[in-house]
């Protein structure tokens, strides 16, 4: 349990013994968690000097609906020796009060930083480590492009589910219509023929009075609102990665949407300057110019709030281009942290599950 995030219930259930009473023995005397140094704060922050390293990656998780931020150094790639703060929030004031206490000489070996577009991140980063080049993850910035994309569908899913409503109410109103045509039509027979009037069966048979609304379907067999919702994955995928079906729903989205195709066309050459290989960081601005005037050429307001944000950071994601560096390193940190949370069903006591991490993955 000191080496892997296996549960003690799972150690009980492998060796057949009591899960739970192992787990009390293994908290109350076989570890050493209650002499641990940083128990006392534990369930605020812990700190692990000895993890510091050359390159790091800054992130948040949430454990028990809170934000914790965690700086880790990449070079542990995830193992033993990952983990270098955990702090409970995500003000950089109250980061900083703990990041601080590192010696300086420690907080000065920071070479590079990695992280997200958070604004937060970037002033705990500024402070705590002044010498490190800070490089903004590209995926999040190719996330953010899809955001824009995002917004549209969404905006025309609304107006779409709108439209869908208007006919429904149009359905509901024509068979209202007709039952008030069809009763008065028996009121003028009844009264004019008496008894003798019976119901014509001749002709065509009458439109029944309980048919239910169906909506007008696309080429490929989905109606509008259903292709709008479905396509939501779609749109985050480049277009070789597309299935037959995704194909087809593209192409009828796109021919009743040139809007949609537009902006996601735009995130596609956002995507493709990050995966273009031979691109250093001179090269990449130029290709940021390109992509700049092809924004300023449309009239896309969502995919123009992309490009302001990629300008703001434009130095620090350019910065990308020089090691190739991402912040998937605390990306997959937070997946073992959330899946060591879900093994243990949810974390109850903070600082016995501060301590474990730190055992584990400090």
């Known amino acids: 349990m000191d080496n892997e995030t296996v549960t003690a219930r799972q150690i009980g259930y492998t060796y057949m013994i009591n899960g739970a009473t192992f787990a009390k023995r293994y908290k109350d005397a076989l570890s050493d968690f209650e002499t641990w140094e940083q128990k006392k704060h534990a369930s605020e922050w812990i700190l692990l000097p000895q993890n510091i390293g050359t390159e790091h990656g800054i992130d948040e998780t949430s454990l028990q609906g809170e934000l914790y931020t965690i700086v880790h150094n990449k070079e542990a790639h995830g193992r033993k020796g990952a983990i270098v703060a955990v702090v409970k929030g995500t003000n ?19 070479e590079s930083i990695t992280m997200d577009l958070s604004d937060c991140m970037r002033a705990i980063a500024r402070e705590a480590f002044p010498k490190a080049t800070v490089v903004r993850d590209c995926f999040h910035v ?74 007008p379907r696309l080429a490929n067999a989905e109606t509008l609102v259903e292709a709008l919702t479905r396509c939501r994955k779609q749109l985050s995928m480049s277009r ?120 584990v993955l400090g």
């Open 142 to 215: 190719v996330k953010r492009g899809g955001e824009g994309c995002e917004e549209i569908r969404l905006h025309l899913k609304r107006e779409a589910v709108k439209e869908l409503n208007r006919q429904k109410a149009e359905w509901r109103k024509y068979l209202e219509g007709l039952a008030a045509q069809r009763k008065s039509y028996r009121k003028r027979m009844k009264e004019k023929h008496g008894k003798k009037w019976k119901k014509s069966r001749r002709g065509r048979k009458p439109k029944r009075l309980n048919t239910r609304f169906e909506p």
């Open 92 to 110: 950089p004031a109250d980061v900083l009060r703990v990041l601080m206490q590192l010696p300086e000489d420690k907080r000065e070996m920071v």
């Open 240 to 359: 070789e990665k597309w299935s037959v079906t995704q194909e087809k729903r593209a192409k009828v989205l796109f021919e009743l949407y040139p809007k949609l195709e537009q902006a996601y066309n735009l995130t596609g050459s956002l995507r493709a300057i990050f995966r273009n290989k031979k691109l250093t960081k001179e090269t990449a601005k130029e290709k940021f110019e390109e992509w700049y005037e092809k924004v300023a050429r449309c009239t896309l307001r969502e995919i123009k709030s992309v490009r302001d944000t990629i300008k703001f950071y434009e130095d620090e994601i350019l910065n990308y281009f020089n090691g190739r560096k991402t912040n998937a390193s605390a990306e997959s940190l937070n997946s073992k942290i959330k899946c060591f949370r879900s093994q243990v069903k949810g974390v109850r006591d903070i600082p016995f599950f501060m301590y474990r991490l730190a055992t």
